[in-house]
């Protein structure tokens, strides 16, 4: 039977089906799985109106026997306003490989499946850079001056070998230290990278990016979701990202949108557990929320084993350690990130590219993710009708584009808090 678009659009299904994508999103994105997604109709433009209290309604007080009656007091209410962003992501493969394999049904999955992995695991690793940052979506940041390549990131960078990128001033956001520069090695161990051209002028706090979507002279905003660490924070991310639904945390009374933050005046300190239990109750106090996970890096999740090794637990005389251990779960780590330890009962994730000396906690019932009529990246020909899978280019090869609406919301940032200078070695 001749080969047709039909055929390779119905072999295509199984490998591009949304739970493949979800199993992924597991894989490739830690925090996705904290996040509840909300999936509802909106007004034509993708927005999210999230309406607040800021002021309770009603008045009461003790009276006297037929003494007089409160006035009454009427309640204040604002709106968070929120916009979904776009993202789109595109492969190509050869006509060659798609005759080559489409004789075989095996050969033809096995090779689809291979670039539809590849490029899902490239988007999800990208949205996930998005979802631990502070709305910037930084992929690396430089810890010093440095203009010769072989740089060294203050986390483990969130980049990969072939990206286009951008080199930004942490000062503006508006200045280019280098532009549309290709990422040319990648070392995990030793938090280094290698690019095609060298930046000039840097400083410590400078930051990499996916070339064009983060800067203010090009773009007027930044092109990336909001980020934990910009919504989880006492003050208003930076200027290119907006502030957080269009609240003003600098604003006298809306100190309900800051969330509470524990820092040290960038002197890093010990994680004690004096400082997690801090963290918990400043959400308790000020969010009116119960932590129910608490995230971090590997590095301060090991000075977390530390802290615990020496606990045990003694019963009548009788030492022995129960079931998982203090501080662990009597579980194996998922595949979402979630580890073996807990703290005071919370669970803990970790993100082995989650920023380094910060780890926030929170109530994750008032963090979600809003996304559009597609829960997940999909492939433009499964989200569209009369849409075909593959495009033609000017080459003999295919596009596959994809594409994703999605926001990272609150409708209490003070429900988390981000903690601060925590020492990693």
Not at 88 to 107: H, N, P
Not at 161 to 190: E, F, H, K
Not at 300 to 325: K, M, N, T
Not at 404 to 412: G, K, T
């Amino acid at each position: 039977m001749a080969t047709t678009t039909t055929n390779i659009i119905n072999s295509l299904k199984y490998v591009y089906g949304a739970n493949k994508v979800q199993w992924l999103f597991n894989q490739e994105s830690p925090t996705y799985n904290m996040l509840a997604k909300v999936k509802k109709g909106m007004g034509g433009r993708g927005q999210f109106i999230i309406p607040l209290f800021t002021k309770n309604a009603g008045a009461w007080k003790g009276i006297a026997e037929g003494g007089a009656l409160p006035s009454a007091l009427a309640p204040a209410t604002t709106e968070a306003l929120f916009a979904l962003h776009e993202f789109t992501g595109m492969a190509d493969t050869t006509w060659k490989l798609i005759q080559d394999s489409s004789s075989d049904k095996f050969a033809f999955q096995t090779v689809l499946q291979t670039l539809g992995d590849s490029l899902k695991r490239r988007i999800l690793r990208m949205l996930n850079t998005d979802f631990i940052d502070d709305g910037r979506g930084r992929l690396a940041v430089w810890t010093v001056a440095d203009d010769t390549s072989g740089f060294t990131s203050a986390f483990q960078p969130r980049l990969e070998t072939g990206l286009s990128i951008d080199v930004m001033s942490n000062s503006d956001n508006d200045t280019a230290r280098v532009q549309a520069v290709t990422v040319t090695g990648y070392d995990p161990v030793a938090k280094t990278f290698t690019t095609s051209g060298n930046p000039s002028g840097t400083a410590a706090g400078d930051y990499a990016v996916i070339a064009g979507t983060c800067d203010i002279s090009v773009t007027t905003t930044s092109l990336h979701t909001n980020g934990l660490l910009g919504v989880i924070n006492n003050s208003n991310p930076a200027a290119v990202v907006g502030n957080y639904g269009g609240i003003n945390r600098s604003t006298a009374g809306n100190e309900f949108w800051q969330s509470a933050l524990l820092g040290n005046s960038g002197t890093n300190r010990p994680l004690t557990e004096d400082l997690l239990l801090q963290a918990q109750d400043a959400v308790r106090i000020k969010g009116g929320g119960k932590l129910n996970a608490w995230l971090s890096n590997m590095a301060i999740a090991r000075r977390y084993h530390e802290l615990l090794s020496g606990e045990r637990y003694f019963a009548l005389s009788r030492p022995g350690v129960l079931s998982g251990g203090i501080g662990r779960q009597d579980k194996d780590a998922g595949d979402e990130g979630l580890s073996i330890y807990e703290f005071s009962g919370v669970p803990w994730y970790v993100d082995p590219y989650f920023t380094n000396n910060i780890m926030v906690g929170m109530d994750t019932s008032h963090f979600f993710l809003g996304v559009g009529d597609n829960d997940t990246p999909r492939p433009v020909g499964e989200i569209f009708d009369n849409v075909p899978y593959f495009r033609q280019t000017n080459n003999a090869t295919f596009e596959i584009p994809w594409y994703f609406q999605c926001e990272l919301l609150s409708d209490n940032p003070a429900a988390g808090v981000q903690v601060q200078d925590i020492a990693e070695a």
